[in-house]
């Protein structure tokens, strides 16, 4: 994925609203009036939250006769996911290498305490 589509999702994932509707849309598809009826907003307002969360490839829409269901589509939300991952374990290995310094630092100290509590 691109930084710019990876860009998008996260973009797109930063609104309360959005992440709403793709929780609802994981348990299944849904219409726009479907995904609505839980808000405070019009229809309209979640038609635009969806053109956000198509834009960026996290829904998809399809064409049933009169209604377009939306669906989640689980590609770019992995890929995030990964990234995120990427950078977990870059931080992870950063804080054991700290704690490794810290717990040097903390046996020098008892070293040189011992060693201090001895010429007393």
Known sequence: MADDELSLT????ADPT?????????????????L???FAISVQAVSKHLKVLER??????GR????RPCRLERAPLQTASEWIER??????ARMDRLDQVIQNIAGSRRQEKGQDNERD
């Open 36 to 38: 609505a009826e839980p």
């Open 87 to 92: 950078y977990r374990h870059v931080q992870r």
């Open 18 to 34: 959005r992440r709403a509707i793709l929780a609802r849309l994981a348990q299944g598809e849904a219409t726009v009036n479907e």
């Open 64 to 67: 049933d006769a009169q209604w």
């Open 56 to 61: 960026a490839g996290l829904i998809s829409r």
């Open 10 to 13: 996260f973009a797109a994932l």
